[in-house]
């Protein structure tokens, strides 16, 4: 018997729904949610997450603002637009999407966005309030994961969590979200990478398993816990000549053959992609509710 299907793309419709209905609570006390997205140079995956991020902005009712400043633009300019969106009243969510060029510092362009800003809750202010469990603005995906699980009717609490990866954006915010003593979390949490050994014999060992890797199909079916909820975070290109772009997406999750083991699973697409930009809407909201 197959695997239920969590179905992303029908949670985040739900949660871009509440958004809406407290965005418009918002306008009615004369606060314009607002989303400054910036954009460096002209990366089409870049450019394709950014107008994904504002449609959906313009469907909630938050207003968006969008920067592309030229992909050779300098590390000092680029932190005096972060300086102007900082200080700029109106503007309650600053985005900056990455990768951005080599010769710009990531790190530094993150730390030099306000905290009460930082949507995509990378700042380190924000990171060391969710590891000790204040409250605060999320990443985004990982955000996303217990919503999945939840209102999918599946339970997080007393579950053993198995995370492959230990990405800054997925595995290490996700085992920080999950381990906490709240709702949609209080589980124990292994975290496996690439100093794993035998990963196997742990990722079997999950009530949840969490795929964020970046591996088309890695995780097989004799690596999953026989009925184990199954969260694939990847999305990777495949070649596919009889696909019109010449690739499809994949996750890093073997989906045909992991689902007659698994209990549940998310697909690639249409499972944790469209949760990202609902926790975007979500934490706009948040950090305008907060002004």
Same mark, same amino acid.
């Given at each position: 018997m197959?695997?239920q299907?969590?179905?992303?793309k029908? *949670?985040?419709?739900?949660? =871009?729904?509440?958004?809406?209905v407290a965005?418009?609570?918002? =306008?009615?006390q004369?606060?314009?949610?607002?989303?400054?997205?910036?954009?460096?140079?002209?990366?089409?995956?870049s450019k394709?997450?950014?107008?994904?991020? &504002? =449609?959906?902005?313009?469907?909630?009712g938050i207003?968006s603002?969008l /920067?592309?400043?030229?992909?050779?633009?300098?590390?000092?300019?680029l932190?005096?637009l972060?300086?102007?969106?900082?200080?700029?009243?109106?503007? /309650?969510?600053?985005?900056?999407?990455?990768?951005?060029?080599?010769?710009?510092?990531?790190?530094?362009?993150?730390? &030099?966005?306000?905290?009460?800003?930082?949507? @995509?809750?990378?700042?380190?202010?924000?990171?060391?309030r969710?590891?000790?469990g204040?409250?605060?603005l999320?990443?985004?995906?990982?955000?996303? *994961?217990?919503?999945? *699980?939840?209102?999918?009717?599946?339970e997080?609490s %007393?579950?053993h969590?198995?995370? *492959? %990866?230990?990405?800054?954006i997925?595995?290490?915010?996700?085992?920080?979200?999950?381990?906490?003593?709240?709702?949609?979390?209080?589980?124990?949490?292994t975290?496996? /990478?690439?100093?794993?050994?035998?990963?196997?014999?742990?990722?079997?060992?999950?009530?949840?398993?969490?795929?964020?890797?970046?591996?088309? /199909?890695?995780?097989?079916?004799?690596m999953?816990?026989?009925?184990?909820?199954?969260?694939?975070?990847?999305?990777?290109?495949?070649?596919?000549?009889?696909?019109?772009?010449?690739?499809r997406l994949?996750? @890093?999750?073997?989906f045909?053959?992991?689902?007659?083991?698994?209990?549940?699973?998310?697909?690639?697409?249409g499972?944790?992609?469209p949760?990202?930009?609902?926790?975007?809407?979500?934490?706009?909201?948040?950090?305008?509710?907060?002004t």
């Amino acid at each position: 018997m197959s695997a239920q299907l969590i179905d992303g793309k029908a *949670i985040a419709a739900e949660i =871009r729904a509440e958004a809406k209905v407290a965005a418009s609570a918002l =306008r009615e006390q004369g606060i314009i949610p607002c989303l400054a997205a910036v954009l460096v140079g002209d990366n089409p995956a870049s450019k394709a997450y950014v107008g994904n991020k &504002r =449609r959906a902005c313009e469907e909630v009712g938050i207003e968006s603002q969008l /920067h592309t400043p030229s992909a050779d633009i300098s590390a000092a300019d680029l932190l005096a637009l972060i300086d102007r969106l900082n200080a700029d009243a109106a503007v /309650h969510g600053i985005l900056v999407q990455l990768p951005l060029p080599d010769h710009i510092d990531e790190d530094r362009v993150i730390e &030099r966005l306000c905290p009460a800003k930082d949507v @995509d809750g990378f700042h380190p202010a924000n990171v060391g309030r969710l590891v000790i469990g204040l409250d605060t603005l999320r990443p985004c995906t990982p955000a996303g *994961i217990p919503e999945l *699980i939840v209102r999918s009717g599946l339970e997080v609490s %007393g579950q053993h969590v198995v995370i *492959i %990866g230990r990405s800054n954006i997925v595995g290490k915010p996700a085992m920080n979200l999950l381990v906490q003593k709240a709702a949609g979390a209080n589980a124990t949490v292994t975290v496996c /990478h690439s100093g794993t050994t035998d990963l196997p014999s742990i990722t079997r060992l999950g009530d949840i398993l969490i795929a964020a890797i970046g591996r088309a /199909h890695y995780v097989t079916a004799d690596m999953v816990k026989p009925g184990a909820t199954v969260i694939d975070v990847g999305i990777n290109r495949v070649a596919d000549e009889s696909a019109k772009q010449g690739y499809r997406l994949v996750g @890093d999750v073997d989906f045909d053959a992991v689902k007659e083991v698994a209990g549940a699973i998310t697909p690639v697409p249409g499972g944790v992609g469209p949760m990202t930009v609902a926790m975007l809407m979500v934490n706009t909201v948040k950090a305008a509710q907060a002004t």
